[in-house]
């Protein structure tokens, strides 16, 4: 049985359809300078690896680190409210939250008293 499927290396070769997706969005269809650009990219990647830290270990360490920065950088994106605002929803959820307590409290009360009038003491 021959094996017919292409090695790793010649996948990274092999043009996707992103690949010619972005081509013909460029108006670049030199599929010579694409497969330099991409063994280029796969040294590069080679070559990160290669300072005898395992490749796993650092890879998800610096995966935590660029989360971190990445939550940082939203987080300044963010409109926060002003003290103002903060105070006003605080007071009005306070208030929502005390009317339907006491509405919840009424009700009890009331179908409480209601089952000792039908069923008696």
Do not use: C
Not at 19 to 36: F, V
Not at 53 to 78: D, H, N, T, W, Y
């Amino acid at each position: 049985m021959i094996d017919t499927a292409p090695r790793r290396e010649e996948q990274a070769y092999a043009m996707n359809r992103e690949t010619k997706r972005a081509m013909a969005r460029q108006k670049t269809a030199d599929p010579q300078r694409l497969q330099q650009l991409r063994k280029q990219q796969l040294e590069r990647q080679r070559a990160g690896r290669g300072d005898g830290q395992p490749g796993a270990r650092r890879g998800r360490l610096r995966g935590v680190g660029s989360f971190g920065s990445e939550v940082v950088a939203e987080l300044k994106k963010v409109n926060w409210p002003d003290r103002r605002t903060v105070a006003s929803y605080t007071v009005v959820v306070l208030v929502a939250v005390s009317v339907i307590t006491a509405i919840i409290f009424g009700l009890d009360t009331l179908f409480g008293k209601a089952v000792f009038a039908v069923f008696g003491d």
